[in-house]
């Protein structure tokens, strides 16, 4: 067996590159509300960044279930078993907003404590808090989109979600420029402006897909003889075994996620601005990549549910060795690249642009690091069931670790914003030495499908 599987590598290339543009699409989605209510000034800007941060978490925990949904899909694929892919896609459905409308309701009563826990500016609570008003509801929408995406990458079909996709980001951009600044008959709304035109697009795009699949008559497309198969207690428990840990662990990741970015936003509103700018910058730079982690578990997972264990391996180790070597590549390539990033947002104090420039560094070069660890935990562990012991590993590096660490940097040793955000990097070498760890014992090769 070579120790590099080429074969696998120009594989993934083809389920890949349609999952990394979507994805860079959608994380651009966010750069987009921030960068087109620049011209509004810092607070505009640090009240969007800060309320997409806030939704970010949310979609993350619901991300946890659409993985988890996809992991079932890709193993059932695997064993040619379609009833039970079709089955994990109701049951994905019905969990994620289950769990989502607590959320959304207990949005209305706290949406404006949230926003004061990372600014103590009065314009940035007021904005932040309309913005998630109007934006928390449409996450509804989203639930569903990402468990009938991830069950369709399982099939290999990826394509179909990338083009719908783009047909919602052109129809939010188009939205977000006429809403925010006026026309045809409407007043400028600023930034409800935005988040009206990121709910509006998040439900237009929930309908189209799902008009899609059934004039396709897709395979997906569940029969009445599915929602018969959810009465299956059996089933329930493989997939809340499944979802439980994901979805907390994924809430534990995105959670400190929004710590962190509390923790610059009471350094000060600029602090928060650049953070704001680079969050959407640093996501699209890391989700060029997220198409390798998908494809990666699409493979492993198709193989382990036909118990080919050699194969998975094989590829898990051909994606875990080549992940940080690409990523150090594009990591120069994207500092390259840094005046070229910070044109849209030209509007800006030239304080809060160089401050920005300075922290671009960091992601640039400790991007890396997050994909290498993305790669080993989403496209190998979880791909064989290993969900408990990514949750522990990801508490572990972000909880136990970093986040006190860059607590003490920020308010004890008061250390400027550059050297705060590398303190916050600690998360990753610690998660790395672990994921690499669990990746070499083997232990997550599980056949799902059977057991």
Known sequence: M?????????????????????????????????????????AAVAAVGLGNRIQFVVLVLVNGGAWAVGILASQYFGAGNMMKVRRAILMGVSVTVFALIPVVLLNFAYADQLIELGSTDNQVIALGESYLWITMP???????????????RSLNQVKLPMVLSSIAIGLNVILNYWLINGGLGIEPLGVDGAAIATTVSRLLHLIILVWFLVAMRHPVKPSRHDFASLNDTQAWRKLVALVWPMMFSFGVWSLGTLVYQLIYGR????????????????GMFISLFFGFASA???????????????????????????????AVIAGGLLYGIKSWVFIPFADLPSSTLDLAGDIFLIIALGGSLKITNMTMAMGVLRAGGETKACLYIDTTGMWIVSIPLTILAAFYFQLPLFWVVVVS?????????????????????NNLATT
């Open 267 to 282: 350094i000060g509103t600029q602090e928060l601005a650049v953070m704001s700018i680079l969050a959407p910058v640093e």
């Open 296 to 326: 990666c578990a699409i493979m492993v997972g198709q193989r382990l549910g036909a118990d080919k264990f050699d194969e998975a391996w094989s590829i898990a180790r051909t994606f875990s060795l080549l992940a940080p070597v690409v």
């Open 2 to 42: 070579p120790f590099l599987n080429m074969q696998s590598v120009k594989a993934s290339i083809k389920l890949a590159w349609p999952i990394s543009l979507q994805q860079t699409l959608v994380t651009m989605l966010g750069m987009i509300d921030v960068m087109m209510v620049s011209h509004l000034g810092d």
């Open 425 to 445: 990097y600690s998360e990753e070498i610690c998660k790395l030495i672990l994921f690499g760890w669990r990746v070499a014992s083997k232990k997550w090769l």
């Open 138 to 152: 449409s996450l509804l929408f989203v639930a569903g989109i990402m468990v009938i995406e991830n069950a369709l």
